[in-house]
């Protein structure tokens, strides 16, 4: 399994670059994660997103659809892609180092 260096810690990702042990995760990996991402810093509406992925994730065992994320996390679609270009889900999933949300391609 390959592995990805943040915060100088090295992590289990898959063939994406997703994490597989989402515990590993923390929140000073995030900005390298977005980074990556193509977004510079990260703002109060991308630390609510971020967090509402990993509860989410924590609770129920995957990421929620950009359709439920634009319904319960209190941040909107249109901002969502504001946000986080490049699809919503996909990367605020891999900025909270959780795995890719199932439907997502």
Same mark, same amino acid.
């Given at each position: 399994m390959p592995t990805a260096t943040y915060d100088d810690t090295a992590v289990p990702v898959d063939d994406e670059g997703f994490f597989t042990e989402p515990d590993r995760w923390t929140e000073a990996m995030a900005g390298q994660l977005a980074r990556e991402q193509g977004i510079e810093d990260l703002t109060e509406r991308h630390w609510t997103v971020i967090r509402f992925m990993r509860s989410e #994730? !924590?609770? +129920?065992? @995957?990421? =929620? @659809? *950009?359709? *439920? $994320?634009? +319904? !319960?996390?209190? *941040?909107? *679609? +249109?901002? $969502? #892609?504001? $946000?986080? =270009?490049?699809?919503p889900a996909k990367t605020a999933a891999k900025i909270a180092g959780i795995p890719k949300p199932r439907g997502c391609i």
């Open positions: #994730y !924590t609770a +129920k065992g @995957t990421g =929620p @659809t *950009v359709r *439920v $994320l634009g +319904k !319960t996390s209190g *941040v909107s *679609v +249109k901002e $969502l #892609y504001q $946000l986080f =270009p490049k699809g």
